[in-house]
């Protein structure tokens, strides 16, 4: 049967009986911050709109009805690139679409009723959950890029605010299996979901729920749940898009902290059945056409840690014989619920809320023939043939709900949720797997070739973003602070075996074997959190403030001394590792505030090298440390030590141990090159850890000449980077970067702050200090000014166009004023002494840019300025100065 060919038939129906509005037909309008609505909006019509996360590795599109992806509201375009919008790309960007579409699904008891509410119904396209209309149903975008975005959590948030009180039938269609309109339970929902580019956090998008109880009644027995129906394809549209799903249920896999542990990630799960859109496509598998990869729902939070789970897939049909879903055989405790029928899709509040109450935890769908068949095994419903269950088992049009309760709810309630859209990669490891070894009998063989590792390290991931390992939110009480759940691992260990004869033993005519672990190294690692939201990513060290004195020299050519100190960038202790982990700094520079435009021009790392370590039982090595400096190997390994002589072809051993060596960074560690990033005190000493880096505690030794001169800084951690040979008539855009190397223990990347976080724009001419008190003359530029010069581009100066993109031709123009006091007055007149504009300029003395000004040749009339010649005059406290300027336009 079609997918979903159903429900355009039912809303034409209901269109012919009642006034009603067909959503998916409405035209779109675009709104503010990246999101979309759908339809003309008025005050009595929901504002529906949709965001797109695209930051990072996953594109996901987030609606303010309570669905994600954009199988429930189609015709959606992407706000950034005006094609459509991507409903779940991975990796993005590409073709590659891992969702149809997912819901949200929230029952409970009300009276001696059962009700429930959904984003989308899945089968009969039932929408149950809306905006209001504007300005309250209006997504909210916000990011942490943006300066002002001070409530900002992620790189890309999205906040909607939805309800299921809407019972209009234009927008809501009645239950067609219970035979009656939508009843609301009287829910709010606050939806948050944030994403980062972050390479630890670019492979999901974590959602947040603040579910408000808005009704009068008390609600009992509340069940939620997530459904979801993928449709794997790199083609949408075709049934090779949705008949080859699988899906199932990860409970655990090996910690990416390694030394043996378990990890519990509760992961359901839907990926294509051989990573190929159809049967007959070659191998191998390629990057960009490949279906090889995996997509889940990791729920994070929940109202309450003791609260019961159930995960159900299920084939929905249209013809009885083919809708199926595993379902439990009946007894006498649990007798057997009809879906009508069907054995699969839930129709209808009753079969709903039965499903997300029954808890009950399906076999994954591979499996389908070994449980499903004859008299089924292990309590299963039997009955499906052999070949449809072998059908079924490698691959269909599949969906799945992981549902959790039950709670009661009183009005004015608030309950949290919190879960996590997840990708992985490299679920399927060889083209072909699917041929050669599924076997729908006993599907181990092909199961056991699946790899659920990126996948379920990107889920940890995001639950360490929601609450930190080890990171104690609550400081109050240093005693009592519970700071999470930590292992010990033991990484080098000695058995110590002792033989006495001693009289405790059981029979004193034994020898007693007294055994002991002589512990060589061992560490404490943090996997979960205190309990308390954090939605707090690791982060690189903090970008360290510039100050940028500008200068002429005696050849009229322009430089930049940038001075910063490095304090808070070098002490600042990482998130998750709770260790310092700065590495060193990069200087970049540019002609545009854009970060992709910046170039380095200078960096510094510290001389550290990476230990890879050869692990017999996974013939690999690997990297369990973080980098050691260079004294410090040579106190291991002797003074004449070197680390570089030691690569991965021919590795040191050492006390029964095989490992090599690399550099961490560039190792370029030389801070007494003047030409390149150097310290300013280079005799400067640390000051004393017992100091706690406090100015004060500096103060009250100055014996020890810890801090600058103007005691506002230490000494120690003071840097400089010259930047020589540039135009003056040009603004320059340069920023310092803080880096660190990452943590081995995690997986994590070595980490750098955005060049656009601290950037500094200045123009290479003398402070206003130098000009104030050597009187220096005003410099106009480009004068004359002729317009078919072409100013906007490199031949031209590149004295106007930049960041006025959306400025016509009309206001592109600019004259600068150079060499000005930090306030002054400039005044522009023709020949006739008629005054043409006047220029306000009023800035702190010796900030950037406080020496320029420019004009944008716009008269006082707010008209172009016309061709002739013209005087200026600057008047301050310092003096006046007056001048000419040609323009021939």
Sequence with gaps: MQKYQMWPYIALILCSLIPCQILVARSLQPIENGALSVGKISSDVPFVSVGVHNI??????????????????????????????????????????????GAFWIGAVVGRDTLVSVGADGWSYTKELWPDALPRGRIIHRSTSNSGDTDAVSQQDYIA?????????????????????HIPLGIEITQRSFAWSYTYAEDFVLFDYSIKYIGEKKLNKV???????????????????????????K?????????????????????DNDGKQTTSDPCPFTESGSLTSITGIHVIRTPSDSLKYSFNWWISNGSASEDFGPRKKATAEDPFRDFGG???????DRNKYYMMRHEEFDYDQLFTAVYAVDNGQDGWLGGLSSGSAADFADGYDTRYLLSFGPFDMKPGEVLPISFAYVAGEHFHTRCGNMSSLFDAKNPWDYYNHLSFQDLGLNATWASWIYDNPGYCTDTSDTTTRDCGKYRICVLESTLVIDTTTDSTCLNPNDTCIDTSVVYKRADTIWYQG????????????????????????????????????????????????????????????????????????????????????????????????????????????????????????????????????????????????????????????????????????????????????????????????????????????????????????????????????NKVAEYPQNQTGLVESGRLKVIVYPNPYRNDRNYGNQEGGNFEGRNQADAGADRSHRIHFANLPHKCKI????????????????????SPGSMHHQWDMITRNTQLVVSGIYYYTVESEYGNQIGKLVIIM
Aim: proline share 9%; charged share 20%.
């Design 56 to 101: 990072g590795k996953i594109a996901l599109t987030v609606s303010n009805q309570g669905h994600f992806g954009t199988g429930f509201i189609t015709g959606v375009a992407d706000p950034l690139t005006g094609g459509p919008a991507p409903s779940c790309i991975y990796p993005y960007p590409g073709h590659l679409n891992y969702l149809f579409s």
């Design 161 to 181: 605010i939805y309800a299921d009180t809407l019972t209009n039938t234009s927008n809501v269609e009645p239950d067609g299996f219970d035979n009656r309109p």
């Design 223 to 249: 069940y939620m749940g997530f459904y979801v129906d993928a449709d794997v394809t790199s083609a949408p549209g075709g049934a090779e898009g949705y008949a080859d799903d699988i899906s199932g249920f």
């Design 251 to 271: 409970q655990s896999i090996p910690s990416p902290q390694g030394c043996n542990f378990i990890d519990t990630v509760n992961i359901a799960w839907v990926a």
């Design 342 to 348: 069907f054995l699969g899709t839930p129709e209808g």
């Design 530 to 757: 205190d309990g308390i939201p954090d939605f707090r990513g690791a982060a690189p060290p903090p970008a360290p403030k510039l100050r940028v004195t500008p200068r002429v020299n005696k050849y009229n050519q322009g430089e930049l001394e940038i001075r910063w100190n490095g304090l808070k960038s070098e002490t600042k202790k990482d998130v998750f590792s709770r260790v310092q982990d700065f590495e060193g700094y990069r200087v970049y520079q540019s002609l545009t505030p854009k970060a992709a435009d910046f170039v380095i021009l200078s960096s510094f790392d510290k001389d550290d090298y990476n230990k890879y370590i050869w692990n017999s039982s996974r013939s690999a090595y690997e990297l369990l440390d973080i980098p050691y400096t260079l004294a410090s190997l040579k106190t291991l390994y002797g003074t004449n030590f070197s680390p570089l002589g030691y690569p991965r072809d021919n590795p040191f051993y050492w006390r029964d141990s095989l490992f090599y060596f690399m550099a961490q960074d560039w190792n370029q560690s030389d801070l007494g090159d003047t030409n390149l990033i150097h310290k300013v005190y280079p005799d400067a000493p640390r000051p004393p850890t017992i100091w706690n880096w406090n100015l004060d505690s500096a103060r009250a030794h100055p014996e020890d000449s810890a801090l600058t001169p103007d005691g506002k800084y230490f000494r120690y951690f003071e840097y400089r980077y010259n930047i020589k040979h540039l135009l003056p008539s040009q603004i320059y855009y340069v920023s310092v970067t803080a880096f660190d190397y990452g943590d081995p223990k995690t997986g994590l990347p070595a980490l750098e702050s955005s060049p656009s976080l």
């Design 827 to 846: 005044k522009i007149f023709s020949l006739d002494g008629d005054l043409i504009r006047e220029l306000d300029h009023n800035m702190t003395k010796d």
